[in-house]
């Protein structure tokens, strides 16, 4: 949510707010060409800005070892939905054996 409004960093934001992350819900977007003005856009895990390597080996980093909750919603195609979320659950197993 921070790329989509433009609203700053999120793996340094995940490392100072650490002890405080009870709950995860991974997804990607790409920044706005206008952050702040107008909102970025809302793309498949790992098409996106936020580095999703990255975000997992912050999250060990901050000792951070609860869910990870898929968020994705595109209403108007289902299927296409499905298909993403499928490829978010390989993405996200994928990094967590090579990570955690």
């Given at each position: ?69 898929i968020e994705r919603e595109i ?26």
């Amino acid at each position: 949510n921070m790329i989509l409004y433009g609203a700053g960093e999120p793996i340094p934001a995940l490392e100072k707010l650490g002890p405080r992350v009870h709950s995860i819900h991974c997804k990607d977007a790409k920044w706005s060409d206008r952050p702040g003005e107008t909102w970025g856009a809302e793309v498949a895990l790992g098409d996106g800005d936020v580095n999703m390597e990255t975000f997992i080996k912050t999250l060990k980093k901050i000792g951070y070892d609860g869910p990870l909750t898929i968020e994705r919603e595109i209403p108007q195609d289902p299927e296409r939905q499905k298909v993403e979320i499928g490829r978010a659950i390989d993405l996200l197993e994928r990094l967590r054996q090579q990570i955690l």
